[in-house]
Structures are given as structure tokens and as C-alpha cells.
């Protein structure tokens, strides 16, 4: 297949969706959401627990911004006993249609409903980028049991794979959001602005093969189509499909993530950037 096949037409980028309205515009898709939005990998979860120092089987653990629980679902088949917390009606509906035997509370991170020092770790996936960093990591600090851990993790497209790079740039272009900014939310220093907490990041890749009808589900349940606009995202929509049906007439294509792990146990000793002792040599 030829790259032009996945080049974007050029038109003018125009303003992006208001952050707030993105952040409110899963719940009225939470069921296209729960269907077609990528999990996580077994790898991730096992990278979790090396990083936070703790087996997740028997940890109290509170999923933020939990959504439609899938990631809630993932700790709990891991042994964790989880809480779920969601802000949005739609979403925290859907989750408990999703996963009736599952604890779920409303709330968000800038103001946990959770009582001081009762969990061992603290989740965020797919869902930092909806906090206040300036609250929510104090928060944090605040449930979070000496030696506990807070874990952010985000499924974000493999860029080194031509036509998923060139699928972002379009979502770039017809949505006027800054791509590369929103990455960079991904890395330490944004995650934590503040400073206050050390964290560790890794990265997970991995893919999964789906219909073409199955990607284009999945990226319609993302912010920025939802929020676009309905006649915007269903044009959006028809040229990827008819570049993509173009680019790989078996109808499927094969989705892959770089999954990203940020882990920071609390409190961080020595303190962030600060040395520690010198090694005794007696």
C-alpha cells in the first residue's frame, strides 16, 4: 500500500473541542465506549505490581475515573479488592450494567470521596488528563497508605506504524487538537507538575486485530470526535473508512498501542531529586 493512500485532505484545521465538553461527552456514548475501546495486556498489570512493589491480589485499591470498568474489572480479576470512582451518570450506568458485583462511588480526583490512608494504590486509567494535578496529587497523597502507590496508564497510538501516524495527523488536522501536546501529558514532569512525587514509567506495546467496522467504533468513542461536532466527526468518519477499505481490503487492521505506565510510590524516599545517604562502608 502506498502512504498517500492514508494522506488526509487538506482543509483548515478549525478550533478544537472545549476541554470541558470533551470531558463530558462519554456519557452519552458510555455503551460504545464499554464495546469497543481497547483493554489493557497482561503485561501492564504485570509491570504495575513490579513497579508499585505489591502483589495487586489482596491490595484495597480505587480505580479514578473508572468509566465503564475496564480497567476495574482488570484489578479485580487480578485479586484487588477495587472501588471504582466516576464522575459521569452515563458512565457509571453503564459500568454498573458492565459489572453489577462491582463497587462503584461518584466522584473524581480533585475531591476523593475515600477516608485518609485506606488504600494501597491509588489507578487512573485513561483518566489523569481529567484531574487537576494541583488536587488531585495532594489527594492522592492524602488516601494513599505509607508505601502506597498511584498509577497512571494510557493506551496511546504507536506512531512508528505509518498508517496509524498518518491517522493521528488527520485527527489532528480535522479536529485542530495538538497531538503532540497531549503525549507529552503522558511523561513525568506533566503528570506531576508539582514535583511531589517520583515517578517511574514504562512502556508496554501490543496490539489487537479487528475489523475495520470495530476501529472506527473505537475511535468515535474518543473525546474529540464525540465533542467535534455531529456532521464534522460523520465526515471524518467516511473518508477513514474509505481509506482504509482502500488500504486493506481483507477488512481488518491490526491496532497498535504503546501502552504508558507512570508509577510513583508515596512518599518517595529519598525525596524527588534529592540524593540519598552515602552507602555505609562499615
Avoid: K
Avoid at 463497587?103 to 494501597?120: F, H, K, Q, T
Avoid at 503525549?183 to 512502556?203: E, I, K
Wanted: aromatic content about 6%; overall charge negative; hydrophobic content about 45%.
Amino acid at each position: 500500500m502506498s502512504p498517500e493512500a492514508f494522506e488526509p485532505s487538506a482543509t483548515a484545521s478549525p478550533a478544537p473541542p472545549d476541554p470541558s465538553v470533551r470531558a463530558h461527552s462519554f456519557n452519552a456514548a458510555a455503551a460504545r465506549y464499554a464495546a469497543h475501546r481497547p483493554s489493557y495486556p497482561p503485561a501492564l498489570l504485570d509491570a504495575l505490581e513490579e513497579l508499585a512493589g505489591r502483589a495487586l491480589a489482596g491490595s484495597r485499591v480505587a480505580d479514578v475515573g473508572a468509566g465503564t470498568g475496564i480497567a476495574t474489572a482488570l484489578l479485580h480479576a487480578r485479586g484487588a479488592d477495587v472501588l471504582a470512582v466516576e464522575p459521569g451518570d452515563g458512565m457509571a450506568a453503564q459500568f454498573r450494567r458492565c459489572h453489577p458485583g462491582l463497587p462503584i462511588v461518584r466522584g473524581d480526583g480533585n475531591d476523593l470521596p475515600l477516608a485518609d490512608g485506606s488504600l494501597d494504590l491509588l489507578t487512573y486509567a485513561q483518566a489523569w488528563h481529567w484531574a487537576d494535578p494541583a488536587r488531585a496529587v495532594p489527594e492522592a497523597l492524602r488516601v494513599l497508605r505509607p508505601g502506597g502507590a498511584l498509577a497512571l496508564w494510557w493506551n496511546t497510538d504507536a506512531l512508528d506504524v505509518p498508517w496509524i501516524a498518518q491517522e493521528a495527523e488527520h485527527v489532528a488536522r480535522h479536529f485542530g487538537v495538538d497531538t503532540a501536546a497531549e503525549r507529552r501529558g503522558t511523561h513525568a514532569r506533566a503528570a506531576d507538575p508539582t514535583g511531589r512525587l517520583c515517578f517511574t514509567r514504562r512502556v508496554v506495546r501490543w496490539t489487537r486485530r479487528v475489523p475495520i467496522d470495530a476501529h472506527l467504533a473505537n475511535l468515535a468513542s474518543h473525546s474529540v470526535l464525540l465533542a467535534g461536532g455531529e456532521e464534522r466527526t460523520a465526515a471524518f468518519l467516511a473518508e477513514r473508512r474509505a481509506r482504509l477499505d482502500g488500504a486493506f481490503p481483507d477488512g481488518a487492521v491490526e491496532e497498535t498501542y504503546d501502552a504508558v505506565l507512570l508509577v510513583a510510590v508515596t512518599p518517595p524516599s529519598p525525596p524527588c531529586g534529592v540524593p540519598g545517604p552515602p552507602a555505609s562502608t562499615a
